[in-house]
């Protein structure tokens, strides 16, 4: 396990379809994160994971958002009734977060999202 | 509000030069300062961290440096090379509570690095 891994690398969907990403953080992370980028911007935070709690989400986490990490692992994105708007590359991090060590959040190659 | 602004917004720059990359922040409560480099397509790579204590780090050819009383970073690349052409983004972290932090981004600088 050399890293983040994130499956696809890029989806092409029509606009309303559903689509799904999935992500494999670092052996052992407790914490995952999903950010959105678009061109030309900074990650913008969308969620993260402690272990299988889903902790905090951001406004820009609409109603057709949803994530999920069940067994404290492995995490999906799903995006329901897609927009133009959703057009974008999804991050994914995961880092270790114990006491008295200082968090590095480790990301992802990301999955590039395309909404026709 | 937390805040994070990078300077310039794009550099291009000759192979062989070297160039500085500025990040002003407004994030309190600070908890530390990274460089990443963000290859076109893929995800940010962590270059240094700096804490409040710390005024520069080096990576090889990269030295970043933090001036936390005016709230201020830069990035020196040095000699540069074809592969540094990236985004450089600088990301500040605030301490939540205990080891949780949250991260603020910059909209990176687009380095361009050409022959």
């Known amino acids: 396990d050399t890293g983040v891994s994130q499956d696809p690398r890029h989806k092409i969907t029509k606009r309303g379809q559903n689509v799904t990403f999935r992500c494999d953080p670092i052996s052992e992370h407790n914490r995952l994160y999903w950010y959105r980028q678009t061109l030309g911007q900074g990650p913008e935070f969308l969620t993260y994971?402690?272990?299988?709690?889903?902790?905090?989400k951001s406004r820009l986490l609409s109603d057709r958002f949803s994530a999920e990490r069940p067994k404290g692992s492995f995490s999906t994105l799903e995006i329901q009734r897609t927009e133009q708007g959703d057009s974008a590359m999804y991050l994914c991090?995961?880092?270790?977060?114990?006491?008295?060590?200082?968090?590095?959040?480790?990301f992802g190659p990301g999955t590039r999202l395309l909404v026709l | 509000k937390n805040q994070v602004e990078q300077s310039p917004q794009s550099l291009i720059i000759l192979e062989g030069k070297n160039c500085t990359l500025q990040c002003n922040y407004t994030v309190s409560p600070f908890s530390n300062l990274r460089w990443y480099k963000q290859d076109t397509g893929r995800g940010p790579v962590s270059l240094t961290i700096m804490t409040f204590s710390e005024n520069t780090k080096s990576n090889g050819r990269y030295t970043a440096t933090l001036d936390a009383d005016t709230k201020q970073s830069s990035l020196h690349i040095t000699a540069s090379q074809l592969s540094d052409s990236a985004s450089y983004i600088c990301?500040?972290?605030?301490?939540?509570?205990?080891?949780?932090?949250?991260?603020?981004f910059g909209t990176g600088t687009r380095l361009q690095v050409t022959l």
């Open positions: 994971f402690q272990n299988e709690a889903q902790l905090e």
């Open positions: 990301v500040v972290s605030h301490t939540l509570t205990g080891t949780a932090s949250k991260l603020t």
């Open positions: 991090a995961s880092s270790l977060v114990t006491s008295g060590l200082r968090e590095t959040q480790y």
